[in-house]
């Protein structure tokens, strides 16, 4: 098939299209004004729903009614926004209810600025919303990952029944690159706890709550092996220059991206030094990382925040490497040649 | 023999979790006497609210889900855009549709989304045990308006009917009472003419329910039927707000 040149809201949009998705909602903020723009042409052109909702904690319960009633729904926003679609991501999450929410992270907190940034790290990897939940979260570093991550959101969402994030941020919402289509899905299997009306058989009802003691716990539990199955199954990671490495950088998403350039000067002045990308942030490719760091003596943190990826970093450094931090929070963007300077600079001070 | 009555099929064999005198039993069986009636019950899906109806799926015998609190709307929306052929309703309790669910309930009356909303206006936070809400009227006392609501620190009650009928999108608006007989017999019509409009693609419709709270009111069941009818329907003013569809007929 032909490529297509596309911004990521675009293919972003064109993968949850090929993948199924019927609904959209969502309410504009930049810099993913984009989505909705797109959705709303494109949706009515696929016979599926779009909604410019009047909020985003609208935007997230209407996409909680689509996936009530079984179909495969989609929601975007930026950071602002997936605060208030918490609560919904909450609710999906104890209703066990799939659905594929994207984050075009930006600067914050609070209004912060529209620039790009992966400061809602936490926000994603660690719920986000009230109670003991996860959300399977991806982290893209081009538009064609980022089509290929949201084409498999949606199996993964209905496999699990649970919500999928995708944490990428306003650089890969709004550059354009080509993207290779896969083939639109059809026929997708039908949802037997779905609400459509309970013709032919017991009435479903779809509930968060559990009042009766112990009822509660034991939904909890049920939840807890779930998790520990995507743990198991669903990791998502790459690594690149890593075989004979002194040193490795540990980035995610665009960030990755720019390390990933600035590695090719670090090798062509000698320095040892590898990438390891997390491509789920949630579940984190803890082990993997373990195994790659088994010959290092450095570990580089690169991240567009203020290191929030640390924890989970140190988590997998049993071994006690010692760990550097170079971050640029508050929507900067990292050039190749100052995390080369960076790197340059602790290489030598051994 | 004839039976002359029986429970409705959309009622299931439960026993509620309602308090002795509280209105949401009697328009629970209003609702499914009308799904009965109309037939529609094996493709009606229900949106229980945050509140006392929060359990509705255990009561009614059809699909229904759970919605965050206020949120039904929003919900009601997304099935009904995706399910237009089924019968949507959400059943909300003033709390729940008119403090911190108001964005949906008017954003969904805008877009005239063909749902029908039961509201439930007991005038308090009945599930929290009695705080004053948007609907407690002036002087009326809850555990956080002790000395009654004064509407100099507390503002004034929402009037929903009245604030709706605005709305462009809006096709049926009436405000209804449990309070006697012949009022329960008119809820029980107004509620039916909500679903019929539903089933005739005509639009948006609400029907505002002045309902008892006799625990959270401090009063008997019978004391609190009585303070409907001399206090409540007086703020509250019984009647049709709105009905796009008869207006048609005029023209
Ligand atoms: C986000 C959120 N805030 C507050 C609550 C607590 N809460 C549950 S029900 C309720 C009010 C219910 O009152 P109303 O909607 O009038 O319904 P009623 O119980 O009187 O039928 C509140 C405040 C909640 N569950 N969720």
Request: glycine residues 8%; positive net charge.
């Amino acid at each position: 098939m032909k490529k297509q040149l596309l911004t990521g809201c675009e293919a972003a949009g064109e993968a949850a299209i090929h993948a199924g998705c019927k609904f959209y909602a969502g309410y504009p903020i930049t810099p993913q004004n984009r989505f909705p723009e797109y959705m709303s042409k494109r949706m009515p052109e696929e016979k599926g729903v779009f909604i410019q909702a009047e909020s985003e904690l609208s935007a997230i319960n209407m996409v909680f009614g689509a996936s009530v009633c079984g179909f495969r729904a989609l929601t975007s926003s930026s950071s602002p926004g997936i605060s208030l679609k918490q609560e919904g991501i909450s609710y999906l999450a104890g209703c066990e209810l799939p659905a594929v929410i994207i984050n075009m992270n930006r600067g914050g907190p609070g209004l912060g600025d529209v620039t790009p940034s992966q400061s809602d790290y936490f926000q994603a990897t660690r719920g986000g919303g009230h109670g003991d939940y996860r959300t399977i979260v991806y982290a893209p570093w081009d538009i064609q990952e980022l089509y290929d991550l949201t084409y498999i959101a949606f199996d993964i969402a209905d496999k699990y029944r649970n919500p999928v994030l995708i944490l990428a941020d306003g650089i890969i919402a709004q550059i354009m690159e080509p993207v290779k289509f896969k083939k639109p899905k059809k026929n997708l299997p039908q949802k037997k706890w779905a609400l459509t009306g309970c013709k032919g058989r017991k009435p479903n009802s779809i509930k968060s709550l559990f009042l009766t003691p112990g009822i509660l716990e034991k939904h909890n539990w049920k939840l807890y092996k779930k998790y520990r199955k995507i743990e198991e199954k669903e990791v998502k990671y790459e690594k690149y220059f890593c075989d004979d490495i002194e040193s490795l950088i540990v980035s995610f998403g665009t960030c990755a991206r720019i390390c990933y350039e600035s590695i090719k000067i670090t090798r062509d002045k000698g320095f040892k030094i590898g990438l390891f990308r997390p491509i789920t942030l949630w579940p984190f490719p803890y082990k993997q990382l373990e195994e790659t760091i088994e010959n290092a003596k450095k570990i580089y943190v690169v991240e567009m925040n203020l290191g929030q990826m640390i924890d989970d970093v140190k988590i997998a450094n049993r071994k006690n490497l010692p760990i550097y931090f170079y971050g640029r929070p508050g929507g900067g963007v990292p050039t190749p040649e100052e995390i080369y300077n960076f790197i340059r600079k602790n290489e030598s001070s051994i | 023999m004839k039976a002359v009555y029986k429970k409705p099929e959309s009622l299931k064999e439960e026993i509620t979790t309602y308090c002795p005198g509280c209105g949401h039993g009697i328009i629970h069986k209003l609702i499914a006497e009308v799904i009965d009636e109309l037939g529609i019950r094996e493709k009606t899906i229900g949106v229980a609210p945050v509140g006392c109806a929060v359990l509705a799926y255990n009561f009614f015998n059809f699909d229904v889900t759970e919605s965050a609190h206020g949120r039904a709307p929003a919900v009601a929306t997304g099935i009904k855009r995706l399910l237009p052929d089924r019968i949507v309703f959400t059943y909300q309790g003033d709390g729940d549709l008119a403090a911190i669910g108001t964005a949906e309930i008017i954003h969904s009356a805008a877009r005239g989304e063909n749902i029908t909303v039961i509201f439930v206006n007991n005038a308090i936070y009945g599930m929290t045990k009695g705080q004053m809400a948007p609907t407690t009227l002036p002087e009326q006392k809850t555990t956080t308006t002790i000395y009654g609501r004064n509407p100099i620190h507390h503002g004034y009650p929402l009037k929903v009917c009245e604030l709706l009928s605005q709305i462009e999108g809006v096709c049926y608006l009436e405000r209804v009472s449990i309070d006697s007989v012949p009022n329960i017999i008119k809820t029980k019509s107004a509620i039916k003419k909500a679903f019929l409009y539903q089933i005739e693609n005509k639009g948006f419709s609400l029907i505002e329910i002045l309902s008892t709270c006799p625990v959270n009111w401090k009063m008997t069941p019978k004391e609190a039927m009585n303070w409907i009818k001399e206090v409540m329907s007086k703020y509250f003013v019984l009647g049709i707000y709105k009905d796009k569809s008869e207006q048609k007929k005029e023209v």
